[in-house]
């Protein structure tokens, strides 16, 4: 009955010794019954400093001396039982806690002994210590901890104090109830987390699970339970309230269904290791992947990251971590569909106490505002290239900031660097002329005073070298404050120097001024607008327009300005006005030749009366060159569209900008030109793929050239329809930056068919159909290089149809070509697939055998003279029958040529007709008769 007890047990004689002791005992402790059996139970179990310890401690409670057997039995009362807790240590050395129940027999001093009932509470005793420690920790804490068996995870046998004020339940009713945990989950929770099993099996780290709880206070709330199996049977973790954050995500999300682009949590260990613990929706359209596979794999956002881009893309990370700095940064991002676009990348990095970082954050797609950027900047090249022509200078002053900025044009035009003029209204202010001063301060002060929204202004400025520059100031108030405060204005200062000068000599002198006019090499006149008429003209414009000075003056300018009269009119008082000064007009001369100039008209007095001063440039032969530009570009497209094959022209964002009707044809028969165009070239590539006969190897390839931006030529791919086209791939770069990439196709199917009949004319016998001499040679020469390098067996065989002349002498040239069609058959039929058979001329034909030694050659040999033996050739006057002479030999590692064989060969054939003919004869690679007589 004891070694069937599930408990451990032992059974003391009255004097203390051991007498029984059951298996769950022996397994406990790890002694055997025979070994304990006879023993004082402290002596061997106990401590020794330990056993004399209680020895003393037992004497003074009972007032006399005691023995150590006595420890466990002295103080056992008749009727009940001694409950104690002792450190009791194996035969293993292992130290248990073990909890000793002992019992009298019978009465004490009569026959009889004592009953010892052993549980092992070691490991409730470590637990109990533990959550002691953690109940310290976790007072005041956010987080409850508990604990459970792993035999029945979801009881819990062990839960923190601070559980009442979380969670609304003492620890008492918890740990009274087994069913707590279970009665107080979600209904909705039930059916994934109600056996308690997904506590298990976490030895190495926590697993984390969110589920609905009811509060003690009479509602549900929102539980974060982090877990861990910390040994074989117990399970802890902790428990934390959540239902705000929870709330708070719950917002977010609705939030982020109004924002663009994709909102994010992100946590990174100190390892590196990663993972998305929030993501928006706009994850699927920045990225083309959706919140989950996001949240399993966080790589996937990385990989969608364009390859040019992440090292530059990991550096500003890492920088604004090391720094503590907001990370922004823009990059390229490739979608599943081949797109490319432009994302700009903001968020937050908070470092954790355990070194982990938390990074909120908020990705937008600005491809639009990336492409805007892009053509504002050709655009602003293109005007300060036209600044730089018309020699303009730009200005912009942030008032507010006290910030003053210059193109190169102007610092340039008053000889300083940029530096120093940049951010520096003084300085620009020395400059001015101080006779000038008063002037320009006063427009200033009005445009500042709102006076007056703009202003134009003649002053001069004084340069590093000391000239003087004339210069044409027009400034504009562009921003007002919401005080109504001007906070910006922007102006444009043009060099008016030479027409200053101009005015000048005709203001201090008609001499001076006639000397400048009349030699001046640009082509100049006086007009007066009052009448119309040229009032005076210097000899260029007289070469110019092929009039004589006394021709051009008095003339209206209608006769020359080919506008009509009330236009002449009205662009002369714009002129006046100076509201605009430079024109484009078209000229007669006097030969009726008409020519585009450009004027140059400003008012200048001269005697008391106002008039326009005029500089004309002849600029037709640059509008000829423009027309002819477009008339070359319309060309262009002309030519692309008649061009004999299909193209198509994608700019840098991957976008079909230009695609011809032979595209369409070849690849999507229900498009037109016309409604490919601005769709993107992935999106294009991946129908027209569905004509070739591997549409996955060709997107394939595109990618890779999409990648590698290399330019291919001549790319052979043959359609689904056994067409084969030939591709181009050149991709236009300007300045060193991709602008354009070119896809040109071309059908070569017929080119194709012509090289393959070309190559068969080349290769074949025209009346057998087999290989011909020059191809049988060249085969020949081939396994003679494979011989020498891998040794295989390569037999050769001469053959030569015996007394053929005689049929063709007897039965005429159309029976004699007949007979070597059909040998010719019947050598196909006897020989391997592997073997070349070959006519080299009349008569003659060979064999070559790769992979066939002497034995295995001389079988097929006689397999083919008997073949041929018992072959008819049947006419119209009866059968002819044929036999052939066969010679047989092989390469050899002593040949230094493939013909050696072939020789052998021909020699064993002329033995073969020496000795009657009809007959197999063979040599050997080195010349010797196989077999040897």
């Not at 019978?106 to 002691?132: F, N």
């Not at 929870?246 to 939030?255: F, N, S």
């Not at 009269?565 to 078209?586: D, K, S, W």
């Not at 197999?920 to 010797?928: I, K, L």
């Amino acid at each position: 009955m004891l070694n069937a007890a599930d408990s451990a047990l032992m059974a003391l004689s009255a004097d203390g010794l051991i007498i029984l002791f059951n298996h769950a005992a022996e397994k406990l402790l790890a002694y055997r019954s025979d070994e304990l059996c006879g023993q004082a139970l402290p002596s061997v179990l106990l401590e020794p400093d330990l056993l004399e310890q209680e020895r003393c401690q037992l004497a003074a409670r009972l007032g006399r001396e005691v023995a150590a057997v006595e420890i466990f039995t002295a103080e056992v009362q008749p009727g009940r039982s001694l409950t104690r807790e002792w450190p009791l240590r194996g035969k293993d050395g292992r130290l248990h806690t073990v909890n000793l129940s002992i019992t009298a027999m019978v009465e004490p001093g009569a026959a009889g002994g004592y009953m010892v009932v052993m549980q092992d509470v070691t490991e409730l005793k470590r637990l109990q210590q533990l959550m002691t420690r953690q109940h310290a920790l976790f007072a005041n804490g956010p987080m409850v901890a508990f604990a459970c068996h792993a035999q029945q995870p979801r009881v819990v046998v062990e839960v923190s104090p601070n559980v009442a004020s979380i969670l609304g339940y003492f620890p008492e009713d918890i740990l009274l109830e087994p069913d707590w945990w279970l009665q107080h989950l979600h209904p909705d929770e039930l059916s994934g987390l109600a056996d308690g099993g997904w506590r298990l099996g976490q030895e190495h780290g926590f697993s984390s699970r969110r589920y609905r709880f009811w509060h003690g206070a009479g509602y549900w709330c929102w539980l974060e339970e982090q877990v861990q199996q910390v040994t074989g049977d117990v399970v802890q973790g902790y428990w934390m309230d959540v239902s705000n954050q929870v709330e708070g995500e719950d917002r977010l999300a609705k939030i982020a269904t109004n924002i663009p682009g994709m909102i994010y949590q992100f946590w990174s260990d100190p390892q590196g290791q990663g993972r998305f613990s929030y993501v928006s929706d706009g994850v699927l359209t920045i990225f083309g992947v959706t919140p989950a596979q996001v949240k399993q794999d966080a790589d996937l956002v990385w990989q969608r990251v364009f390859p040019d881009d992440r090292q530059r893309v990991r550096e500003e990370g890492e920088s604004a971590l090391r720094y503590q700095l907001p990370w922004i940064s823009e990059f390229r991002v490739l979608l599943p569909d081949g797109r490319l676009i432009w994302v700009e990348a903001r968020a937050t990095p908070e470092l954790q106490d355990d070194q982990s970082v938390r990074w909120h954050g908020l990705i937008s797609e600005i491809t639009q505002r990336k492409r805007t950027e892009e053509a504002l900047r050709e655009s602003q090249e293109r005007l300060d290239m036209a600044m730089r022509a018309a020699n303009i200078g730009l200005w912009d002053w942030h008032v507010a900031l006290g910030r003053l900025d210059f193109n190169q044009q102007l610092v340039s035009m008053v000889g300083y660097d940029y530096h120093e003029l940049h951010d520096n209204p003084g300085q620009w202010q020395a400059l001015v002329h101080p006779d000038d001063l008063p002037t320009v301060r006063h427009n200033i002060r009005a445009l500042l005073k709102r006076e007056a929204s703009q202003y134009q202004i003649q002053y001069r400025l004084l340069r590093r070298n000391g000239e003087v520059l004339w210069i044409l100031d027009k400034g504009q108030a562009t921003e007002v404050d919401g005080n109504g405060n001007v906070c910006r204005i922007v102006g444009t200062v043009q060099d008016i120097t030479t027409h200053k000068q101009a005015q000048k000599l005709l203001e201090n002198s008609e001499a001076h001024f006639r000397m400048l006019f009349q030699n001046h090499g640009a082509v100049m006149i006086l007009v007066d607008p009052a009448s119309g008429v040229i009032v005076d003209a210097n000899s260029s414009a007289e070469r110019f327009y092929g009039y004589r000075r006394a021709e051009l003056v008095g003339m209206p300018m209608s006769n020359i300005n080919q506008m009509e009269e009330a236009r002449i009119r009205g662009t002369m008082g714009v002129a006046l006005q100076q509201a605009h000064n430079h024109f484009t007009f078209t000229h007669r001369l006097a030969n009726g030749q008409l020519r585009t100039v450009d004027v140059h008209s400003s008012p200048v007095d001269s005697g008391g009366r106002t008039l326009l001063f005029s500089i004309i440039h002849d600029i037709t032969a640059r509008r000829q060159a423009e027309e002819a530009l477009a008339t070359l570009q319309r060309q262009l497209l002309a030519i692309i569209e008649n061009f004999h094959g299909a193209m198509l022209l994608e700019d840098q964002y991957g976008e079909v900008v230009l695609v011809n009707q032979q595209y369409c044809q070849l690849f999507l028969p229900g498009y037109t030109p016309e409604q490919l165009q601005h769709e993107g070239r992935a999106q294009v590539a991946a129908m027209a793929a569905q004509q070739f006969a591997d549409p996955q190897r060709l997107l394939q390839r595109l990618e890779e050239l999409q990648r590698s931006r290399e330019v291919v030529l001549g790319e052979e791919w043959p359609l689904a329809d056994g067409r084969i086209l030939e591709r181009d791939h050149v991709p236009i770069f300007i300045e060193g930056r991709l602008r354009s990439v070119l896809w040109v196709y071309r059908d070569i199917s017929s080119r194709k068919q012509q090289e393959e009949s070309l190559r068969l004319l080349a290769t074949t016998d025209a009346l057998t159909g087999i290989a011909n001499r020059r191809s049988f040679m060249e085969k020949q020469e081939e396994e003679f290089v494979r011989f020498q390098r891998f040794s295989n067996p390569v037999a050769v065989l001469m053959l030569d149809i015996d007394h053929f002349k005689q049929v063709n002498d007897s039965w005429g040239h159309a029976v004699g070509d007949r007979v070597l069609r059909d040998f010719a058959g019947i050598c196909q039929q006897v020989v391997r697939k592997v073997d070349v058979l070959g006519r080299l001329g009349g008569e003659e034909f060979a064999v070559l055998l790769p992979g066939c030694g002497m034995a295995g050659a001389l079988a097929l040999a006689e397999r083919l003279r008997q073949a041929v033996r018992a072959h008819r050739v049947a006419l119209d006057a009866g059968e002819l029958q044929v036999r052939v002479s066969i010679g047989v030999s092989c390469f050899a590692r002593d040949q230094q040529e493939a013909s050696v064989a072939l020789a052998l060969a021909d020699q064993a054939l002329y033995e073969a007709k020496l000795a009657g003919r009809d007959q197999v004869r063979a040599f050997d690679g080195n010349g010797q008769r196989f077999p040897a007589d």
